[in-house]
């Protein structure tokens, strides 16, 4: 399990074959190296937090973002994801921008609020962070591995072509 904590990107974590328990155990070693014992999670120093869930903002909500996906939108039931999973350890080498070629970095608006965008064309990984108002600070909403009927339409350098002008 530990060996997973040596991985680089764009390596992808091995958790195939483990048990949920052992996986579990390995996901959250690397989770809470690269975010909750971060002190300087920032994205262009700005501070990365959790999405408050109900109130309540916890590393395991955002554990649980970046480790499943959501199978019923009615219900908001998740089920662990593979694809999320093996690319955990991507999240902080895009947040502390090690890979600035083929990389697009923007923010827009949308219906559901201001998104600003870290996406990595080459390996279609996407981050997801929302910008406080008033504050210097980002919730971390998600990041994936983008696959299937998003992949195929470039849904994501399509948003880029009505990005804002600046960042926020």
Known sequence: MPFNQLKRYNDLLDITGMSPHNRNTSLRGVFDRD?????????????ITPTPLDGQITMDTLFRHLTTVT?????KAREY??????????VKYHIDEKKSDNVLVYSIKEPKGNRTYIYD????????????????EYYLLSAYYVRGKDSKRNKFEKKYKRRLAELL
């Not at 994801?81 to 991507?90: A, E, F, N, P």
């Open 81 to 90: 994801d593979i694809y999320r999973s093996q690319r955990l350890h991507w």
């Open 71 to 75: 199978v019923d939108e009615k219900t």
């Open 121 to 136: 064309k080459d390996e279609k990984y996407v981050i997801v962070l929302e910008p406080l108002r008033n504050k210097d």
């Open 35 to 47: 975010i909750t014992d971060n002190t300087n999670f920032k994205f262009r120093t700005k501070q």
